[in-house]
């Protein structure tokens, strides 16, 4: 099975900060990984597709990168409404996995 | 507008069985491969099951291989988790979520259904 290992856990920054958050498969998924925004008590959200495809209605500010085992969500300008946590996943093998997700906190 | 709605959930004794609908409008069901994921309180994100378009693929976590059941219904526009043996651990909140019919990846979920397994 791919595991997916997303760093930091956690992450504190300031309303206008430009943010990362790394992914790293264990072993290449080419660019099958989409990203995810949850907050809570809400279903997760579709940010990112295929690596680097933004989804149709999310901000500009979300970008994605990477390919075979690492990935990077770059958030740019950070917005009240960007304070929540983000999984990565990966849908290549015929046992889809999520990383194990990052807070991203008001600092 | 697409619609994914479970039911099913509620309270279950360890050692017992459940049934989860997931039933599904707004776009052609029978097109779609189809997911559950569960979410454990407080936890992150846990893939549990997939099923293809046509039926003829499925897959599971190994945490839920032989236990759990996933079947589809493409007449009933309806999606199925037969969850037996159920253990504390499979506490969560289900979600059925619809993959993309060309890239495969997670397009559309539900609003998701608490399955609490306790005594």
């Known amino acids: 099975d791919i595991q997916m290992t997303q760093s930091p856990s956690t992450l504190s920054a300031s309303v206008g900060d430009r943010v990362t958050i790394t992914c790293r498969a264990s072993q290449s998924i080419s660019t099958w990984l989409a990203w995810y925004q949850q907050k809570p008590g809400k279903v997760p959200n579709l940010l990112i597709y295929?690596?680097?495809s933004l989804e149709s209605g999310v901000p500009s500010r979300f970008s994605g990168s990477g390919s075979g085992t690492e990935f990077t969500l770059t958030i740019n300008s950070l917005q009240p409404d960007d304070f929540a946590t983000y999984y990565c996943?990966?849908?290549?093998?015929?046992?889809?996995?999520f990383g194990q997700g990052t807070k991203l906190e008001i600092k | 507008e697409v619609q994914l709605v479970e039911s099913g959930g509620g309270l279950i004794q360890p050692g017992g069985s459940l049934r989860l609908t997931c039933l599904a409008s707004?776009?052609?069901?029978?097109?779609?491969?189809m997911n559950w994921v569960r979410q454990a309180p407080g936890k992150g994100l846990e893939w549990v099951s997939y099923i293809s378009y046509s039926v003829s693929t499925i897959y599971y976590a190994d945490s839920v291989r032989g236990r759990f059941a996933i079947s589809r219904d493409n007449a009933k526009n309806s999606l199925y988790l037969q969850m037996d043996s159920l253990r504390a651990d499979d506490t969560a909140v289900y979600y059925c979520?619809?993959?993309?019919?060309?890239?495969?990846?997670?397009?559309?979920w539900g609003q998701g259904m608490l399955v609490t397994v306790s005594s």
């Open positions: 979520v619809r993959e993309n019919e060309w890239l495969y990846y997670f397009d559309h």
């Open positions: 707004g776009f052609s069901f029978s097109k779609h491969n």
């Open positions: 996943q990966q849908y290549k093998s015929n046992s889809y996995s």
């Open positions: 295929k690596a680097s």
